[in-house]
């Protein structure tokens, strides 16, 4: 028996791995296409928005689908019903609220920014019926692979058609909205057609009791974002757009590969969490084994890149971003630091310790981005990738020594 659920997770795994691979390769070249059509400033300002917006996004559902994926986790199919009807009736009260927000957001914003994060605030919308972290609960993982690849086709094949230039930077959140509508519509229906989804017609103690847990783990992913975002967010304040989109162009390779352990970290979330339950004898090792993959893996590929970077970015753009391949040589570092940070992350939300990690998440951020304002007086844009780097690795040493204490516990 133990042997078939050590394939099903090597299947798991596989599925969303593979998946993932393929969407971060093709959101690695719509990224390359657009840095060069649009060149600095557009560029700038097209990362910017997307920053701003994803990071309201997530300060609003990042709880509740990190909550979606750890309650749907070794529960039967009557349960999963209940569930996603809950699921569906506060992603569309919080999707609308939230588009109305950030349209007001941009507005106040100057220059093709705020423009930007006004067209990008129309892909929230489809997010009131995204379904993908009941997936990841459950394990069902062929429909998240063709759900991540089948978007990214879209994204690309809308950004290759329509975008010749700074002119056409519109085209980018349009594609970005029609392919989180696509593939959130394919979720939904698989879905509807397995397990279905109940009405849920009020919001009882019961209903509360379970999404409460949402706002701590809410408010440190936003906290957590704010940490990975804000030296660019910085730079095209205190520098312009152009400066942002330099950065931007470097940081994007590092983003693929931390934006990969992040989303399958809910594997790990999925898995521990299903330990917590049934075997808690086994979650120190699986933990322990699981940060060891992650850091090896993200130390050699940081190692690669410090050799890699100026030759990959001088090959895939054009010469007005080469301060970029300078830039890559120090923030290829981050990558054998934030996967271990994200495991520990979702180690805690495991043992249902989220109040306790946000109180330990704030100091952290806090002086992370006064080390990324500290780098951008005294270094420039490379001050920037300093003040992130000094931020991670203090961050990420915090929740490691705090899941430390929580693994070897006996779970009540």
């Known amino acids: 028996m133990q042997k078939s659920k050590t394939i099903n997770l090597k299947q798991h795994i596989l599925w969303i791995g593979v998946g993932n691979a393929i969407s971060k390769i093709m959101m690695f ?9 649009l060149l600095e400033e557009g560029n700038g300002a097209v990362c910017t928005a997307f920053v701003i917006v994803n990071y309201l996004y997530l300060l609003v559902f990042a709880g509740v689908e990190t909550v979606a994926t750890r309650d749907t ?24 609220l939230l588009f109305v927000f950030t349209w007001v957001v941009g507005s106040y914003i100057p220059g093709l920014t705020g423009r930007m994060v006004q067209l990008y605030a129309l892909s929230i919308i489809p997010q009131a019926f995204n379904l993908v972290n009941l997936y990841y609960g459950v394990e069902w993982s062929w429909p998240v692979a063709v759900y991540f690849v089948g978007g990214r086709i879209i994204y690309l094949s809308v950004l290759i058609l329509n975008i010749k230039g700074i002119e056409d930077a519109k085209w980018v959140p349009f594609a970005f909205g029609a392919a989180i509508l696509v593939e959130n519509l394919f979720l939904l229906i698989l879905w509807l057609k397995k397990y279905g989804a109940a009405i849920y017609k009020g919001f009882g103690k019961f209903f509360l009791k379970r999404w409460e847990a949402a706002l701590p783990v809410t408010f440190s992913i936003a906290f957590l974002v704010m940490h990975e975002n804000s030296a660019g967010v910085i730079l095209r304040f205190m520098k312009g757009e152009s400066a942002a989109g330099i950065y931007y162009a470097s940081y994007r390779l590092v983003f693929v590969a931390i934006s990969l352990t992040l989303l399958l970290s809910y594997i790990f979330l999925s898995r521990i969490s299903s330990l917590r339950k049934n ?11 699981s940060c060891m993959i992650a850091f090896g893996g993200g130390l050699l590929f940081s190692i690669c890149g ?6 990959v970015v001088g090959m895939i753009y054009k010469p007005e971003y080469a301060a970029s391949g300078v830039l890559l040589t120090a923030a290829v570092w981050q990558m054998c630091i934030a996967p271990v940070r994200v495991l520990c992350f979702q180690t805690i939300n495991a043992c249902h310790a ?31 990738v300093y003040g992130t780097i000094v931020g991670e690795i203090i961050i990420m040493a915090t929740l490691f020594v705090f899941s430390l204490r929580l693994v070897p516990r006996k779970f009540d």
Do not use: C, H
């Open 29 to 37: 070249v719509a990224g390359i296409f657009i840095a060069n059509k």
């Open 73 to 96: 986790a070794g529960v039967d199919a009557k349960t999963l019903k209940g569930f996603a009807g809950e699921l569906l009736l506060i992603r569309s009260i919080a999707a609308v």
């Open 279 to 289: 075997n808690p004898e086994k979650v120190r090792k699986f933990f322990y084994k």
């Open 306 to 311: 410090v050799f890699l970077a100026k030759p």
């Open 354 to 384: 989220q109040v306790k990690m946000l109180k330990l998440i704030i100091p952290g951020v806090v002086i992370s981005i006064i080390a990324v304002f500290a780098g951008i007086n005294y270094f420039g844009l490379i001050g920037a």
